[in-house]
């Protein structure tokens, strides 16, 4: 299986501020990469399909980046609403697997 | 609208068998492309993809449980169940039912998550 390396795994941080979330697959990925938000109440929902792509309704501040093994997930102006869990995917090969989260924390 | 709900049994003791139901709308399973997943996330930790069932009654299991396991949909293509076998403490978790998108391989819509304890 691909092992899914966040970090960090909690980050606390100030409304309004720029903060960046990284994911580092054991091996290539070729940009397969998904990224997902856990509220408190444990809906999840999905933010980042394919590396890059915002999924339909989810702010343009946060982005997706990166290739290879290495990508990242930055929202660029912290909103009250955006403390949650934060989890990557990857889905280039079989079973699908998922990074161990990062827990953003109001500071 | 898609909607996904999870039922179960809440607690069940060790070596017993697991029986889930996810039961959805918004969409029929016999329809191309349509895949429905099981989830699963312990308390405090990260998820664990377990099995999937797409619209043309294919299975998908994950290795590492797959003995265990059995995914299936009902002829209505409105439910899909999964049975996990002689269950420890260690498959206690809150299981989610979740829809992969249909223009790229995401979970796209996600059940609120049924939690399930195993102990004695």
């Known amino acids: 299986d691909i092992q899914m390396t966040q970090t960090p795994s909690s980050m606390p941080a100030s409304l309004g501020e720029r903060v960046t979330i990284s994911c580092r697959a054991s091996q290539g990925i070729s940009n397969y990469l998904n990224w997902y938000q856990q509220k408190p109440d444990g809906t999840i929902k999905p933010l980042i399909y394919y590396t890059s792509n915002l999924q339909s309704g989810v702010p343009s501040r946060f982005s997706g980046s990166g290739s290879g093994t290495d990508y990242s997930l930055t929202i660029s102006s912290l909103e009250p609403e955006d403390f949650a869990m934060y989890y990557c995917?990857?889905?280039?090969?079989?079973?699908?697997?998922f990074g161990g989260g990062t827990k953003l924390e109001l500071k | 609208q898609v909607t996904l709900k999870e039922s179960g049994p809440g607690m069940l003791q060790p070596s017993k068998t697991l029986s889930l139901t996810c039961s959805f709308s918004g969409f029929s399973l016999s329809t191309s492309g349509m895949v429905v997943s099981w989830i699963r996330q312990p308390s405090g930790k990260s998820l664990e993809w377990l099995a999937a069932i797409d619209w043309d009654g294919d299975k998908y299991y994950n290795p590492s449980l797959k003995n265990r396991l059995t995914v299936s949909k009902d002829t209505s293509n409105t439910q899909v169940f999964l049975k996990i076998t002689s269950v420890d403490t260690a498959d206690t978790a809150t299981y989610f039912c979740?829809?992969?998108?249909?223009?790229?391989?995401?979970?796209?819509?996600w059940g609120q998550g049924v939690m399930v304890t195993v102990s004695s």
């Open positions: 995917q990857q889905y280039d090969s079989s079973p699908p697997t």
């Open positions: 979740v829809r992969r998108g249909t223009t790229a391989y995401y979970f796209e819509y």
